[in-house]
Nanobody, 125 residues
Framework: HVHLVEPGGGLVQTVGSLILSCAAS????????MGWFRQAPGQEREFVAA????????YYADTVKGRFTISRDNAEATVYLQMNDLKREDTAVYLC??????????????????WGRGTQVTVSE
């Protein structure tokens, strides 16, 4: 079992920046792909970004491409999401997830095996 914890989150103004982190309790962190998703109230879970086990490949939703950057530090068993030029529509609970099977970045929630509890990001005017 992998335990994922996402500290951080918070309130930020539009066009501001925020970085999220997700720490994994697994010594094999470098063996699997990681992803970030988000869910706003009353909406379905939405893919944000994903990164391969090595960090060499990443994949973004069109809504965040050019503004968000996913990265990972396998030595620290942590994945990050740098969010720039934030918009009100980015307000959501952000969740990280671990994919043990696909290895390549994927946008399908069903491909992910473990999920964090999520952290709230609120973007205000």
């Amino acid at each position: 079992h992998v335990h994922l914890v996402e500290p951080g989150g918070g309130l930020v103004q539009t066009v501001g920046s925020l970085i999220l982190s997700c720490a994994a309790s697994s010594v094999t962190f470098g063996d699997y792909a990681m992803g970030w998703f988000r869910q706003a109230p009353g909406q379905e879970r939405e893919f944000v970004a994903a990164i391969s086990w090595s960090g060499g490949n990443s994949y973004y939703a069109d809504t965040v491409k050019g503004r968000f950057t996913i990265s990972r530090d396998n030595a620290e068993a942590t994945v990050y999401l740098q969010m720039n030029d934030l918009k009100r529509e980015d307000t959501a609970v952000y969740l990280c997830a671990a994919d043990f099977t696909t290895l390549s970045p994927t946008s399908r929630p069903s491909d992910y095996d473990y999920w964090g509890r999520g952290t709230q990001v609120t973007v205000s005017e």
